[in-house]
Every structure is written in C-alpha cells, then in structure tokens.
C-alpha cells in the first residue's frame, strides 16, 4: 500500500513568494502526496494568488482563516485538514529540493527499522538565503543528521537550559524543514497557539518528555529565505524563549536548574544579537546559579572571556 504524504504550507501576506513555495512542492518526485495550504487570514493578495495558482490541481486543498490566529494555529489547521500518513511543513516563503520528501522517508523508515520506533520528528539541513541574496550564503546543519541522533529527556534539557549532552549529534531544529507520522502530531498534542514564536521548541520539548527521537537527512533540502518579520524583532524572540522556560518550570524546578535556565535564553538571545558580552556574563550568571551542573570551571572560563572582552572593547571601541 501506497505511504500518502501531506505537505502543508502557511500563508500569511506572502504575495511575493507563496505561488513559488506551492510550485515547490508540486515538483516532489514523490508520487502519493497532497498539499493543504492554510492562510492566516492575509491581508495582501496571497488569497486570489492561491486559487489561481491551485484551479486545476485536484491535490490541493486551501484553508482560510477569517482572522489572524497566528503561526502554531495555521500548524494546527493543517494537521487537522490531514490525510497522508505523515505531515511536512513548508514555509510560504522557501523552496525545497525535488527529492524532499522522498529523502526524508527513507531516512525516517531506515532509523524507525533500526530503533522499532515511530515516534519519530525528522528535519533537514538548510541553505540560507539572505534579504537580497540570489545565491545562498550559508547553511544550517540540523539535529540528529549523523550518528548517534539524540532522543528523549536529552532533547528538552538542549532546548532549555544546557547546551547538549556529550555523544549526540545536535544542531538547528525548524518547522520549516519539519517532516513525522501524522500519529507523532497527534500523540503529542497541537502547537501551544500562546506562542507565536518558540511553538515548534515546545512541542519538540513536550515530545522528548514522551520520548521521541529527532533526527535530520544530512543533506540541504531545503533554501530558506531570512525574511524580517514583525515576530522577530527587538526583544519578542527573548519574550518567547523566557514564556518556553515559565511553561516547563516544574521540570526545570526539579533539576534545580529553572533559574539557570532563564539566564541561558538571555545568554542565546544576546549571542543571537552578536553582543558577547551581554552574552557572555548571563551565561557566567547562568553557570553560578547551577554550578553542579553547569559547573564552576566553566562559570571562570565565561568571566575570564567577558572580561577580556570588556578590555578589548574599552581600548579598541
């Protein structure tokens, strides 16, 4: 029996890229598979685009939302207008290889074969596109794209509060090269529709509480345009990392690490800003609060590079 794949794309004022993203997925060289596509309730003409660009496509289904419910919700609606035995997402804004979804289930099923296991979230490595950018200027390498792929608890200590336990392969998550078994989807429940950001991370944490495994097809299937969105901006990603960490204090409390762990997200916020120093001293914070687990040689070695770097910068500008 045919394995049906669902590919579901979210829309949101992607009048410029959304025609390109669905061509992008009608180019599968996979053959059972269908598309929903999920509009958020666009304000531009990514609608009217929409049904022009699907009127003779009898795979395609298109969901309108009659208001904004944002990010995780237009996730939820794709999930819930489902068919295929397994879901994968793509953005409105990027373009996946041919061979995408058939790589990704051959790397699903040889890594479920191996483990005995179907709960399973896998990704890919990415090209990244930049604002402007006609040839991408660099990637990203994904979790669990080698030997040995990191599984269960492991997976929501990385995303919230340490920076990987020894042995695994880690490396970026993102619903955008995101593709598993519907039934994954379902057994963990929907994305947290609270967070507009941050809502892939929770469901990856809530899914490594119940075990899951994640791994990536080492391979680039998918160029992502880095496209400046209101969500992104100023502090709202640091907002959503510190309400990921408020979610899950219980277990954070219970490896005594919960305040440790706001520190981190202001560690990576500041890291992500290029602003090291900032970076560096939450992380030396970070290190104090939970020095058995942390440790103190590490918590020297942050202050011993923040300190050089307060030098440099004091003689240097």
């Not at 060289?29 to 003779?56: P, R, T």
């Amino acid at each position: 029996m045919s394995i049906k794949i669902t590919i579901g794309i979210t829309c949101y004022n992607a009048e410029a890229t959304i025609v390109q993203a669905i061509e992008s997925a009608c180019m599968q060289d996979y053959a059972d598979f269908e598309i929903v596509v999920v509009d958020d309730c666009s304000q531009d003409n990514s609608v009217s685009l929409v049904k022009e660009a699907i009127k003779d496509k009898t795979n395609i289904l298109l969901v309108c939302h009659k208001e904004n419910k944002g990010y995780p919700s237009a996730l939820n609606s794709i999930i819930e207008n489902a068919q295929g035995d397994y879901i994968a997402f793509f953005d409105d804004d990027d373009m996946s290889r041919s061979d995408r979804l058939s790589e990704q289930l051959v790397r699903i099923q040889a890594y479920g074969r191996l483990h005995r296991t179907d709960f399973i979230f896998c990704y890919t490595n990415r090209n990244i596109l930049l604002v402007g950018e006609t040839i991408p200027s660099g990637k990203a390498f994904a979790i669990g794209r080698t030997f040995p792929e990191p599984h269960g608890l492991d997976v929501a200590d990385f995303l919230l509060w340490h920076s990987g336990a020894s042995g695994f392969v880690w490396g970026m998550f993102g619903s955008c090269t995101l593709m598993a078994p519907r039934s994954a989807f379902l057994k963990v429940g929907p994305f947290d529709p609270d967070f507009r950001r941050c809502a892939e991370w929770d469901l990856a944490v809530r899914a490594a509480f119940m075990g899951a495994h994640f791994i990536s097809v080492d391979q680039p299937l998918v160029c992502q345009r880095k496209t400046p969105t209101r969500d992104k901006a100023g502090k709202i990603p640091l907002k959503y990392a510190m309400m990921l960490r408020k979610k899950h204090k219980n277990y954070l409390d219970a490896k005594g690490v919960y305040a440790a762990s706001l520190m981190i997200a202001r560690a990576r916020y500041f890291g992500g800003k290029h602003r090291m120093v900032w970076s560096r001293f939450y992380h030396f914070l970070a290190c104090c609060l939970a020095p058995r687990t942390i440790g103190y040689e590490t918590a020297c070695r942050v202050l011993r590079r923040v300190t050089r770097l307060q030098v440099l910068k004091k003689f240097y500008g």
